[in-house]
């Protein structure tokens, strides 16, 4: 018997399950007739139980091979690596979203997920540069005055 | 109101819709930007139709519900063209609505005939799309005087069915289909309960009692995921969209026309093929035009020139994908339920204009109802006429590489999805349901029932809190024959799956159709509609010929 993805991604949904179904029993019951709040997500948590639960025993039952399950030994963690910038990125972008605003902050994440992703040159940079700021400043131009959506100014530009 | 009544009222609304869309200019400026920017959708691989419309919809919060709905039925119309124009100059699908359509159109290309095979695929799907559209106009008002007869109970069966069609017909393994499906059921209970107006799973964030909006959920699991995929491989994501990224041809539109017009039983087979994939929930042009290809070289006389850039074989994938369109706007206008991820997210853009599509919709906002019909119309005379100029847009989109469209998009998804409330934390949202989407689909989770899921949830649950505070006993939900019928349908649907898998010949694969249509065929005996009683003991009488001729060949084989 080996561990494989499906293994671990049952049992993650059975604590997910675990959690919220407790947590379902907190949900305040104003005393109204008919159908309770908690009803419905109860329903859709046991089912999503009783499901996990079969992945689980599926996952132990199935005869495959450690690398089509998925075996942790054999995995590619480097497949990941530009999806992980591209996370890494957007939690930068929205986290000083605030201080930078839309505009400036959007240029920063334009030009940085592409430099991360296409390399670094001064040519490379160019180009990445003039892409960020003609493809971000004609989004905010188009929202800010075509849609008229007050997008986040940021602190920065209120400052100066 | 008499019948003569009805019918001038009807004439006067399609065209007062009429007028709407086509004496608007602003609306047909939208339609012509959104046709073309479908087309573009469609022709980069990696870039799906859904992906199209789901994009567009923040550039349609400022507009009307109509001029919204016209432009996101242009990116739908014109990104089946889009795939037809790559996958026939490169050989590249562009969509996977248009791999059927690789199959000869490709080789026709390369036998020197660029210009017809542009043309075979353009016109049939333009003609399908008509055919489709007349169908639409006809067949939604029918269905939704049908939908009239649904209480709570049978509404809340049909969700079910829906969504369990959606993870039969997503592929794969069925649990994690289901799983997905309940995963975005649950997502759709947090926060405020419509019913109580009590907190659910808020956890004490305050944010979290508006609940996740539907729109950044989509984005984030459709879009979001999507461009984290296509920029995984280093490699690929800096070298150009196509290496092979054709050239400029000459659509040859009359000799297309003729050739297609001489084959028109292929066409219409395909097209209705095309409208009923459409209206079963979740089954898009991507299954309809690998159905009507085959059916297509199934009846030809030149089965062996199938592959080798047959007419036949581009006329058919063409014409039902087209009209795939068409049988999907039809359960989204007809019942509220979204026949695909498009029509899912056209859904959402009626919700954001308050407007809440069910078999109510078509009388209460006829104008709009039709308006829809007339802009699908509409949108196949701009996919025709602006061929020629989107191949050249093609042409210089294909040399950009993945990384840099990947790059501005996700920022692009960040400023629409804040455009929606003004509020970061449906940034925040996209990117978490964009993450779950992301390692689902590396783990082998189909996200199509999640999105169904998400969009369906607040409604299965008001229609079962209907349902139950009318009455408390569940067992209606088995004796209502609509109900049944649907609940009967969703379990022959998680079937199906074993059904496909089963050998040929074997006892459940042989029992499977029989007993399915033998179990359809028992609520709609107690429908009190002489129809459908006729109906009825027809499919009673089809699936005892089924088990006889089975019986008959078993014994055969025996002896």
């Known amino acids: 018997m080996k561990i494989n993805k499906d293994t671990i991604v049952s049992i993650f949904l059975l604590i997910f399950c675990g959690i919220m179904i407790n947590s379902s029993y907190y949900i305040e019951d104003p005393g109204y007739q008919g159908m309770k709040a908690s009803f419905w997500p109860r329903i859709i948590l046991w089912l999503l139980s009783i499901m996990s639960l079969v992945m689980l025993v599926k996952s132990f039952a199935d005869n495959v091979d450690s690398i089509k399950a998925g075996s942790f030994s054999k995995i590619n963690y480097m497949q990941f690596k530009n999806a992980l910038i591209c996370f890494g990125m957007f939690i930068f972008f929205l986290t000083f979203l605030e201080y930078l605003g839309m505009l400036i902050g959007g240029i920063l994440f334009v030009f940085g997920l592409l430099t991360f992703l296409g390399g670094f040159s001064i040519k490379k940079s160019t180009n990445h540069l003039i892409i960020s700021v003609v493809t971000i400043g004609v989004m905010w131009s188009i929202f800010t005055f075509g849609l008229k959506v007050i997008l986040p100014e940021g602190e920065l530009i209120r400052i100066w | ?34 046709t073309l920017a479908g087309i573009l959708a469609g022709a980069i691989p990696g870039f799906t139709i859904a992906m199209g419309v789901i994009l567009t919809l923040p550039f349609t919060f400022g507009m009307t519900a109509i001029q919204g709905l016209a432009t996101m039925l242009g990116v739908f119309v014109g990104g089946f063209s889009g795939g037809l124009m790559s996958c026939m100059l490169t050989g590249i699908p562009g969509t996977p609505s248009s791999v059927a359509t690789t199959f000869d159109g490709f080789p026709l ?13 353009l016109w049939s799907s333009f003609f399908g799309g008509m055919i489709s559209a007349v169908i639409l106009v006809a067949l939604a008002p029918q ?9 709570p109970w049978d509404y809340f069966s049909l969700i079910i069915f829906a969504l369990t069609i959606t993870v039969s017909l997503s592929g794969g393994n069925i649990v994690k289909g289901l799983i997905a499906g309940l995963l975005g059921l649950f997502a759709a209970t947090v926060g405020e309960d419509e019913i109580n107006g009590v907190a659910r799973f808020t956890f004490g964030f305050d944010e979290f009692r508006q609940g996740f909006a539907f729109l950044p959920v989509l984005i984030g699991l459709f879009a979001f995921s999507q461009l984290l995929t296509d920029v995984e491989d280093g490699k690929r994501a800096k070298s150009p969209l196509m290496e092979k990224s054709g050239t400029l041809v000459r659509v040859e539109h009359r000799q297309a026309i003729a050739i297609i017009l001489k084959r028109w039983i292929n066409l219409f ?31 030809s006389k030149n089965r062996s020139n199938f592959g080798k850039g047959e007419y036949d ?18 359960m989204m206008m007809a019942l509220g339920i979204p026949g695909d991820i498009v029509t899912a997210v056209m859904l959402g853009a009626l919700m954001i204009h308050n407007i809440i599509p069910g078999p109510t919709f078509i009388q209460d906002e006829p104008l709009l109802a039709y308006g829809v019909f007339i802009a699908f119309f509409v949108a196949h005379f701009f996919m025709v006429g602006l061929q020629a100029f989107s191949l050249r847009i093609f042409l210089l989109v294909t040399k950009i590489p993945m990384y840099v469209l990947a790059s501005v998009i996700l920022a692009y998804c960040a400023i629409g999805v804040f455009a929606l409330h003004n509020v970061v934390f449906d940034i925040w949202v996209m990117f978490f349901f964009g993450v779950i989407g992301y390692f689902m689909k590396k783990l082998g989770f189909p996200l199509a029932p999640m999105i169904l899921g998400v969009v369906l949830g607040k409604l299965a649950e008001l229609n079962l809190a209907r349902a139950t505070g009318i009455s408390d006993d569940l067992l209606l939900f088995f004796l209502r024959p609509w109900s049944l019928f649907f609940l009967i349908m969703a379990v022959i649907s998680v079937i199906f799956p074993f059904y496909q898998d089963a050998e040929k010949g074997s006892k459940f694969s042989n029992i499977y159709v029989p007993a399915s249509v033998f179990a359809l065929a028992i609520p709609l005996l107690f429908m009190e509609s002489i129809t459908r009683l006729i109906i009825a003991l027809i499919m009673i009488g089809i699936s005892f010929y089924f088990v006889y001729k089975s019986f008959i060949k078993n014994k055969a084989l025996i002896n």
């Not at chain 2, 290309?109 to 695929?121: C, E, H, T």
């Not at chain 2, 994939?277 to 159905?291: C, E, K, M, Q, V």
């Open chain 2, 1 to 34: 109101m008499n019948l003569s009544e009805f019918g001038k009222n009807m004439i006067d609304v399609i065209l007062q819709a009429f007028a709407s869309i086509v004496f608007d200019p602003v609306t047909l400026g939208l339609m012509l930007v959104g």
């Open chain 2, 109 to 121: 290309v390369r036998s020197g005939k660029p210009g017809l095979a542009l043309g075979l695929g």
């Open chain 2, 143 to 151: 269905l939704a005087f049908l939908g009239l007869e649904f209480g």
């Open chain 2, 269 to 299: 087979r395909s097209s209705f093929i095309g409208i009923f994939t459409g209206i079963l929930p979740a089954a898009g042009g991507s299954i309809s035009n690998i159905l009507a290809y085959d059916q297509a070289k199934k009846a």
């Open chain 2, 313 to 330: 074989g581009i006329v058919a994938p063409e014409a039902a994908n087209n009209a795939t369109a068409g049988g999907a706007l039809i």
